[in-house]
């Protein structure tokens, strides 16, 4: 047996097995927690998702959301486990119809600066085969890899277990206290229980504990004792980081072996867990779970997980036998949070899904402290019940549950009725009420030996509290007593019943007077007079049985000062059979009606209707009784008022709200006729500013029209020409007023240089402005110089000729010129951007031209001309002015006989001749010169050659013959 327990406390040796592939038939290994040194605590456990594989099975909260991870602290963690059912093998051969079901919980503290990791295991080792349950803890050293568990002192022991060659000391007890060690009957409720605290020295202590139906056993109590003044000492759920040992930082209630790293095959199962933390408030439970567990090494096969609520609508695991898939059972979109607030500062609390109003479900109660609960629960529609801590019923409530929910819970179930009542046998119908306070639906049954005209059994809704009237009857029955049984039930089992005494009486008859009153209340006192010549004076309203003969006589009028209460019913009679009387009071208040008129007195009096006892009366003004807070009129116009005057009042009708003095002003006014206008004129009447229009005005009111621009839109205006009578009057009669005005429309003159034109003939600087209608406009073509080089030439002008008739937009394009000297003494060809033209002297150009001199000749006559032999410059762009030199030269039209040449000025010609040697010429024209002179051009030349014989020379010529032969003849002669 020794060896057995202590085989069994060494389960959980976690992080044994090996990974294979998955396989239903053939079950791989759980992961190692050697793999989990990559990645982070998120990214490991998604990875894990949909895998198929031999596991911890249950339910595990490691921090991780679908908002990202988290962190959790808190010093208690529950888990239950309910087994209806359950058949199991394992791979343990001292335990091999044995299953463990393991609280597992990390605990975190800070001791001289160092954080540690201590696993908890609180484990229920439970035969399926026998239905025996074991309790054992465990404690293991999470701070670092192979760290050991020392330096603890608790009911149990430290051994050592072999780990992957690791050799590693952890902490192990098993429970005897009652209810471990037992045989148990299904189904059963079984609950696990870890809390942490301090000792005085500050030192963790941790403790151990389970109720299986025999109340709650710590069986196990462990201080670790080198741990002095630790601090942050608390259960950690951390989603960021692993422990120094490379586990996860969860929660866990799950399945497994029963224990040395064990595999349970689940054969059949249907068990609920549930694992649910302490907020500070309540047990709470968790919003993010798996349905697998990662730090222990038992675990478990054929293990499929559901999603479950309980009637009190809180999620669990439902574990049944199947397919067995790692993945998640729900997170915090998918479940809500309610938070519900007392003035109770302890108790139990029981919430409930309306829709699953069983007996199980209202006695799931949840103790708290502080006034508040904090639930995990599925969305739908809830009853609540708040009881304190002497079990009194002190609050319920019906909540919708949707997303996260604050309900503050005050209203408490309860019942009030009177406790006797008398009624007549002669009476067909009486009536008792009573009052529910409940919030959420009440079913009401009545009961007992008198007839009911209610129906015995209804269902309302009650947000508060409810008067609730029940219509029974003794008719006929016999003097005595009854009783009317009351029950109100808003769960099976949770219930108020009251009992009321019904006195029946004869020979008397029920006496009914009520009454209302319209107004304020008041008391209102009646006296009977009895057959006994007795009488009482009673007090407003009476349900009395009274002898035959009984008269009674009511207050017909009750008055204080100047309030009173009348009624105009019948206030006096004498009870003979069942009477029922009900008077209807009209609070009055007195009332002086009366006027004033403001200006000269005249008109009539004014006629006044009020209510008097809810009738519509008429009266002239004086002192009157009128209704309270009825509505008076007053006529708003005085008689004698006529079409152009008249007596009016503003406030001529209202409510009676008072007694007192009711004052209606009359104002004297005059009809003032404005002529009709496009535009409605301002005027200051009585100093303020307002539209002036045909209308009704005060007598002695001052007006002054102002004389204002009035724009009917952007474009157009009126200007007031004058007033007539005047612009300033003061109303003491009738009044025509004439308004003269013209209409002007806006003109907008879009134009780079100053416009000119003739506005109605005048000739005016033409800007943007306003225009009277009618104007005849023609603007001017000017050319505007902005200096004797620059000017801007107008090309379009549109519209150039108008009449104002509406707003116009006058625009003006224009184009850029600049001078372009031409420094030439004849004129010059230009060709001006392909085109030629002929200047003298300078030219305009558009800016942007290009301009290029042409080589031309001017002829100034047929006789004489101008060549241009260089401009400079010689092409070039306008884009300012230019000065432009033009050479040239003068040449003129020379005739040398039938041969004409232009020869320019200051041309030296040389009239050259070849002639025979017996000719001799001469130029003859402007000049008269021999052949082969030179002369000057200086003007237009004709010349014509003219030879002749050279007599001269032939008589030279015949000398030179004649002398030689008269020398030969001579000397001939001499010698003969």
């Not at 001791?111 to 484990?123: D, E, F, L, M």
């Not at 302890?346 to 103790?367: F, R």
């Not at 030996?449 to 219509?471: A, E, H, R, Y």
């Not at 006929?476 to 039930?489: D, H, L, R």
């Amino acid at each position: 047996m020794l060896r057995e327990l202590v085989i069994i406390s060494l389960f959980l040796t976690s992080l044994l097995l090996y990974f294979n592939p998955p396989s239903y038939n053939n079950p791989p290994s759980f992961l190692p927690y050697n793999q989990l040194f990559n990645g982070t605590p998120m990214s490991d456990l998604l990875n894990k998702l949909g895998q198929s594989v031999r596991a911890p099975i249950g339910i595990a909260d490691y921090g991780i959301s679908p908002n990202g991870p988290f962190i959790r602290n808190t010093t208690q963690f529950l888990g239950i486990v309910t087994i209806y059912n359950l058949t199991a093998n394992s791979t343990a051969s001292f335990a091999p119809n044995s299953v463990s079901f393991q609280l597992n919980t990390v605990l975190s503290y800070i001791s001289n600066g160092r954080h540690y990791a201590i696993w908890t295991q609180n484990v229920i080792v439970y035969n399926t085969l026998t239905h025996n349950i074991l309790f054992v803890d465990n404690l293991w050293n999470f701070t670092s890899l192979h760290a050991n568990i020392t330096s603890v002192k608790g009911d149990g022991n430290t051994s050592v277990a072999k780990i992957h060659d690791n050799y590693i000391r952890f902490y192990y007890d098993y429970a005897n206290t009652t209810g471990s060690n037992t045989t148990v009957t299904l189904p059963i409720k079984i609950m696990l229980l870890t809390n942490v605290t301090t000792n005085s020295k500050g030192e963790p202590v941790i403790c151990f504990w389970y109720n299986d139906g025999f109340g709650w056993q710590k069986y196990d109590e462990v201080t670790i004792t080198n741990s002095p003044n630790s601090s942050d000492v608390y259960f950690l759920v951390n989603g960021f980081n692993f422990t120094g040992a490379r586990t996860y930082y969860d929660a866990e209630l799950i399945i497994g072996g029963p224990g040395d790293g064990s595999c349970a095959y689940i054969l059949n199962s249907y068990v609920i867990l549930q694992l649910e933390y302490w907020n500070g408030h309540n047990f709470q439970e968790v919003r993010n779970t798996f349905n697998f567990g990662s730090d222990t090494g038992e675990t478990a096969w054929g293990a499929s997980t559901k999603f479950y609520y309980t009637f009190s609508g809180q999620p669990a695991v439902l574990l049944v036998s199947g397919q067995q898939v790692l993945s998640q059972i729900w997170d915090e979109n998918q479940v809500s949070t309610l938070s519900i607030r007392t003035d109770v500062t302890s108790g139990n609390i029981t919430v409930y899904l309306l829709s699953n109003q069983s007996l199980d479900s209202y006695k799931q109660s949840i103790p708290f402290v502080g006034g508040e609960v904090v639930l995990t629960l599925v969305k739908g529609f809830y009853g609540v019940l708040v009881y304190n801590s002497s079990d009194d019923l002190v609050g319920e409530a019906n909540v919708k549950v949707n997303d996260t929910n604050v309900y503050v819970v005050t209203i408490p179930f309860n019942m009030i009725s009177e406790n006797e009542v008398t009624t007549s046998n002669y009476l067909v119908a009486d009536e008792v009420q009573f009052k529910i306070t409940a919030d959420g639906y009440v079913n009401v049954s009545f009961g007992g030996n008198v007839s009911f005209l209610s129906p015995k059994m209804q269902s309302i809704f009650v947000n508060g509290s409810t008067l609730l009237t029940i219509t029974f009857s003794a008719y006929n029955f016999t003097p005595g007593i009854y009783a009317i049984i009351i029950n109100a039930s808003i769960l099976p089992g949770v219930y108020k019943v009251h009992t009321i005494k019904v006195i029946v009486l004869s020979n008397i008859y029920p006496l009914f007077i009520t009454y209302k009153t319209l107004g304020s209340n008041t008391t209102i006192h009646v006296v009977l007079y009895f057959p006994n010549n007795n009488y009482e004076n009673l007090t407003l309203p009476i349900k009395l049985l009274v002898p035959k003969g009984t008269e009674y006589e009511v207050q017909g009028v009750v008055t204080y000062g100047d309030v009173r209460w009348i009624t105009l019913n019948s206030t006096r009679g004498i009870v003979n059979f069942t009477t029922y009387l009900t008077l209807v009071y009209y609070q009055q208040f007195l009332v002086n009606f009366s006027y004033m008129v403001k200006g000269n007195q005249g008109g009539g009096e004014p006629n006044i209707t009020y209510y008097y006892a809810g009738h519509l009366n008429q009266s002239t003004p004086g002192v009157r009784w009128v209704d309270s807070f009825s509505h008076y009129s007053y006529s708003q116009l005085l008689p004698g008022s006529e079409k152009e005057e008249r007596w009016l009042a503003y406030n001529y009708s209202g409510i009676v709200s008072s007694p007192g003095v009711i004052l209606v002003i009359y104002y004297q006014q005059f009809y003032i006729n404005v002529s009709p206008l496009p535009f409605s004129p301002i005027a200051l009447i009585d100093g303020k500013n307002v539209s002036l229009s045909s209308t009704w005005l005060n007598y002695s009111t001052t007006v002054t029209v102002e004389n204002l621009s009035y724009y009917a839109n952007s474009g157009e205006r009126y200007l007031i020409l004058s007033v007539y009578p005047s612009s300033n009057f003061t109303v003491n009669s009738p009044l025509n007023v004439t308004i003269k005005y013209v209409t002007q429309f806006y003109v907008k003159v879009v134009s780079p240089i100053p416009l000119f034109a003739l506005v109605n003939g005048s000739n005016v600087s033409f800007t943007s402005g306003w225009y009277n209608y009618g104007d005849v406009v023609h603007i001017e073509n000017l050319t505007y110089y902005l200096n004797y080089l620059e000017r801007e030439v107008p090309v379009t002008i549109l519209p150039s000729n108008l009449v104002i008739n509406s707003s116009k937009v006058v625009t003006v394009v224009t184009v850029t010129q600049y001078f372009v000297l031409l420094n030439s003494p004849v004129p010059v060809t230009l060709s001006v951007n392909g085109s030629k033209i002929y200047a003298l002297g300078g030219v305009w150009l558009n800016a942007g031209s290009r301009v290029e001199v042409v080589s031309s000749t001017f002829y100034y006559s047929p006789t004489e001309r101008f060549v241009v032999v260089h401009a400079s410059p010689e092409n070039f762009t306008v884009n300012t002015s230019t000065d432009v030199n033009v050479n040239v030269i003068k040449e003129y039209l020379v005739r040398i006989n039938n041969f004409t040449e232009w020869l320019p000025e200051g041309y030296k010609l040389k009239l050259n001749a070849t002639l025979p040697f017996y000719e001799i010429g001469e130029f003859t024209g402007n000049y008269t010169v021999p052949a082969n002179v030179e002369i000057t051009v200086n003007g237009s030349i004709t010349e014509k050659l003219i030879t002749k014989v050279n007599f001269a020379l032939f008589g030279r010529l015949v000398g030179l013959v004649i002398f030689p032969i008269l020398i030969v003849i001579l000397a001939k002669k001499r010698r003969l």
